[in-house]
């Protein structure tokens, strides 16, 4: 006789099952630039690809086990060209396809024995960034709308809350791409690990492009974005450096004293058989030299010693 499971039990055994199937792999972003729209993802693969296109502006990204992520991203392609054939193209839509993603997976969450352990993004451009839509799919069927950015998989909030601390509207593609690259790097511990560019799957959907706009960055451009990101990482570092320390005042040259004025000329200067004038005594004065109440720098102060 098989033991009692409530249902509440199994949906919590399976959601636990699905978050650590999910947590082996490694994160994924999808943010917003001002020409459209980035994905990056860890991918040391070149046949096996975790971002994909799905029509002519909407992207599909996704974390998890490949074949069950590969079989969903089929079967959203193939929804996706039977609803533009027949009737618009215009019909096809981000929000769609999430909704058919979700229809599927909460399906296969409530009825399966196993849920598939994947998660998914699915990304469209629009024509001007407010027509930007990033939808987010959990294995549970759950979607939500990420505005601006969104980091799934692997160790999400972690890479998340670096994101959130670099991303603002507005980035340029190298300023998304250092952001992304940046919160891919970063460790739980407060290092970084370095990421070379054959590591790295990046793919954008360009919004200045006409039909088609899904094309991935390879090869040179994609070294060339890494080394633009690493050099303003170091700009800001190298302000950063404490300036060299003032020298100290006992340290600086002294004053050239001043030329000795005409009125105070020694005696010598004297033509000889002119009457001297009588010199005041006093009893606190040196028998020589001028009087110290005097000065010959006009009032200035004494050089430092």
């Not at 699905?18 to 070149?46: D, E, F, H, K, W």
């Not at 069950?68 to 929000?95: M, P, S, W």
């Not at 060299?244 to 001043?258: D, F, R, V």
Request: proline share 8%; hydrophobic share 35%.
């Amino acid at each position: 006789m098989p033991f009692y499971v409530s249902p509440a039990q199994q949906m919590r055994d399976k959601a636990e099952y699905a978050r650590q199937g999910i947590a082996r792999g490694r994160s994924c972003v999808t943010l917003q630039y001002a020409g459209g729209i980035l994905m990056m993802a860890p991918n040391p693969s070149s046949a096996l690809h975790k971002i994909s296109e799905i029509y002519d502006r909407i992207a599909f990204a996704a974390v998890g086990r490949y074949n069950e992520y590969e079989n969903l991203r089929k079967a959203g392609v193939t929804v996706a060209d039977i609803t533009g054939y027949q009737f618009d193209r215009h019909d096809v839509t981000a929000r769609g396809i999430a909704n058919y993603y979700a229809q599927t997976l909460g399906t296969i969450f409530t009825e399966s024995n196993k849920p598939f352990e994947v998660e998914i993004v699915v990304a469209e451009v629009g024509e001007h960034p407010d027509g930007d839509q990033i939808y987010r799919i959990t294995f549970d069927g759950s979607v939500t709308d990420e505005p601006g950015f969104v980091a799934f998989g692997g160790e999400a909030d972690r890479v998340s809350a670096v994101l959130k601390e670099r991303y603002s509207e507005g980035l340029s593609l190298a300023g998304a791409f250092g952001a992304a690259l940046a919160a891919l790097s970063a460790s739980g511990n407060g290092e970084r690990n370095e990421i070379v560019g054959s590591q790295l799957e990046v793919a954008i959907l360009d919004r200045t492009r006409d039909h088609r706009t899904f094309r991935r960055v390879r090869a040179a451009r994609l070294e060339e974005l890494i080394a633009e990101a690493r050099a303003a990482e170091s700009a800001p570092a190298a302000s950063d450096s404490p300036e060299a320390p003032e020298a100290p005042e006992a340290l600086q040259a002294p004053e050239a004293p001043q030329a000795p004025e005409a009125s105070q000329a020694p005696e010598a200067s004297q033509a000889p058989g002119a009457p001297q004038a009588p010199e005041a005594t006093s009893d606190s004065a040196p028998p020589t030299g001028p009087d110290p109440s005097q000065t010959d720098r006009g009032g200035g102060t004494e050089p430092p010693l």
